[in-house]
C-alpha cells in the first residue's frame, strides 16, 4: 500500500466502491442466473454431442 500514489489509491478506491454496490444490487444475481443457464445449455450440448459421436463411432474404439 506504500507504493500506491494519490491517484493510484483513489482508482482503487473507486474500483472497490462499484464493485461493492453491484455485488449488493440486484444485478449480479441476474448475471449469474444468464451464466448459470449458459453453463448448463452448454453442457447438454457437450453431452448430446458426446453421445452422437459414441453411437456413430461404427466399432471404432479410438
Do not use: E, T
Not at 482508482?11 to 453453463?39: C, E, N, R, T, Y
Not at 453442457?43 to 479410438?62: D, H, P, R, T
Amino acid at each position: 500500500m506504500a507504493k500506491l500514489n494519490g491517484g493510484a489509491m483513489l482508482l482503487a478506491g473507486l474500483v472497490m466502491v462499484v464493485l461493492g454496490a453491484l455485488l449488493q444490487s440486484g444485478l449480479m444475481k441476474f448475471l449469474l442466473d444468464i451464466i448459470g443457464f449458459v453453463v448448463i445449455a452448454a453442457g447438454v450440448i457437450f453431452g448430446i454431442s458426446g453421445l452422437v459421436k459414441i453411437v456413430s463411432s461404427k466399432g471404432n474404439k479410438y
